[in-house]
């Protein structure tokens, strides 16, 4: 009786830790490489913490930020003016 209420207990821990799994990789920062330094920087800087080169601006349309190396913005289309 002991080593059922055991097994049960553990598949309840196994089934909360595999619930709390996929939050814990959603926070995970995605990296990049800085054009300039070549060092890590998260995706969503707009300028690198180690050389401070501009790594993301706002679009001139739409003004949702973008990569400073695109040519187009991804989310309305429009060629910048000045990139590439």
Known sequence: ??????IILAVVLWLILAELEPEHNAE?????????????VDIDWMVCPHCQQRLREACVHCHKGKLIN????????LVQEGTG
Do not use: S, T
């Not at 009786?1 to 055991?6: E, G, I, K, Q, V």
């Not at 995970?28 to 890590?40: G, K, L, N, S």
């Open 1 to 6: 009786m002991l080593l059922l209420l055991l």
């Open 28 to 40: 995970e920062q995605i990296e990049a490489a800085c054009p300039a330094c070549h060092r890590a």
């Open 70 to 77: 695109h040519q187009y913005c991804p989310f309305c289309g």
